[in-house]
């Protein structure tokens, strides 16, 4: 089950300052790689150590490949590609290399991954009102699925980590 909550926030329109209401994700927790490390060689013919040294190598391939310019692609997992963001020029001829601001990467997660959120449940935590399953959710690309199992403080607020 997702857990999500409605922020209000005041943007300034056309037609003025006005007031609208979004959804945002409330987090149960944070799963590290260590955690996954440990999950997988507990389901798994293979040990933690052996786990660990292929998450780290895995790690540093796609590291590699996107910094030579390449798309990820990772199967079931989903794929990863370099994006840009940049100052906007005049003319294309007035842009420069200096104009990128930065670089992220860009996650689109495959089709279990998908089929798991749409299979889900959605349930406000401000309206204590459930809705299931999810209906036709678009996870932001910059959120990270994050497991529920990790209760490390009960007590911290998650929300839009």
């Known amino acids: 089950m997702i857990k999500f909550k409605v922020n209000e926030k005041k943007l300034t329109t056309a037609r003025g300052e006005q007031t609208f209401h979004f959804a945002k994700a409330v987090y149960n927790g944070v799963t590290t790689i260590e955690q996954l490390q440990m999950q997988i060689a507990r389901i798994s013919a293979v040990s933690e150590g052996d786990v660990r040294s292929t998450l780290l190598t895995l790690t540093q391939l796609i590291t590699d490949e996107l910094t030579a310019g390449r798309i990820v692609e990772l199967g079931d997992l989903g794929r990863m590609k370099v994006g840009l963001k940049s100052k906007a020029t005049e003319s294309k001829e007035k842009f420069r290399s200096q104009d990128i601001k ?7 997660p495959g089709k279990l991954i998908k089929e798991g959120l749409l299979s889900t449940s959605l349930h406000s935590i ?5 809705m299931c399953p999810a209906q036709n959710p678009t996870p932001d690309s ?4 994050e497991s529920s199992e990790n209760t490390d403080d009960p007590n911290k607020d998650y929300t839009g980590l």
């Open 102 to 108: 930065r670089l992220h990467v860009i996650f689109t």
């Open 142 to 145: 910059k959120q990270k699925a």
């Open 126 to 130: 401000s309206k204590e009102k459930e």
